[in-house]
């Protein structure tokens, strides 16, 4: 099968008004395993909510979302590199988890670097309909789509609370998802709030015959 064939059939493979849901819905069902790139207190869950409403109205470009996650990956490279390279005060657990740190992000470069003709190849192109809205849509049954809030991960006295969601204690509010105009890759950011804290967590997917997969991630903490 040639290229443009393969390309061809991967955009074909599923209608193109559900990638928006795909892409989120992927991302979202990977907090219900390990993950290596959680924090230290995070542990897998069984159920995750998802905000009816996109962070962002517009989507940003693809290209614009790629170099900033190579930058953002880059960045974390050098921080742990130099840390690994000042070690002397460091305790045996924490070097090897920075090794694995390291080994994880260099996976992530290396996938990253693959795609760097991701928008100039020749074939078919992928236009993204409409940001279609993520209420009233199917999803996987492990995910609650609300606009309601979990009073004892936010605050206890929100009038906006509901007591139901107190067992889904991942939160997830998606930016609209950016795709190369082969339509073969796709990035999208979810803002997850958590505890006290938040973070951003960047999925860079794949689009494979059987679905979208995740390729590479990026979590910024924020403390």
């Known amino acids: 099968m040639s290229t443009w064939t393969l390309g061809l059939a991967l955009l074909t493979a599923a209608p193109a008004s559900d990638d928006d849901r795909d892409v989120v819905q992927t991302a979202m069902l990977s907090f219900l395993k390990h993950e290596p790139w959680y924090a230290s207190d995070w542990k897998p869950k069984d159920y995750v909510v998802l905000g009816t409403k996109f962070r962002e109205t517009e989507r940003v470009s693809f290209t614009s ?22 070690t002397a005060h460091e305790t045996k657990a924490d070097v090897e988890r920075l090794r694995r740190e390291l080994a994880r992000l ?13 928008d100039t190849d020749s074939g078919p192109r992928y236009v993204p309909q409409g940001i279609a809205p993520l209420a009233g849509r199917s999803w996987d049954k492990r995910i609650k789509v609300t606009d309601k809030s979990n009073r004892f991960l936010f605050r206890r006295d ?7 969601l107190e067992k889904w204690t991942v939160y997830g509010y998606a930016s609209p998802p950016s795709y190369s105009s082969n339509g073969r890759y796709a990035i999208v950011g979810l803002g997850i ?3 006290m804290h938040s973070s951003l967590v960047t999925f860079f ?9 995740i390729s590479a991630t990026h979590a910024t903490f924020y403390v």
Do not use: Y
Not at 68 to 81: M, N, T
């Open 106 to 118: 260099e996976r992530s470069k290396k996938s990253l670097d693959a795609i760097k003709d991701a």
């Open 65 to 86: 979302a790629l170099d900033h996650l190579r930058e953002s990956v880059d960045a974390d490279l050098k921080g742990i590199r130099e840390g690994l390279a000042t």
């Open 193 to 195: 709030p958590w505890s």
């Open 205 to 213: 997917l794949q689009r494979t015959a059987e679905g979208w997969k």
């Open 158 to 164: 929100d009038k906006n609370a509901d007591p139901s």
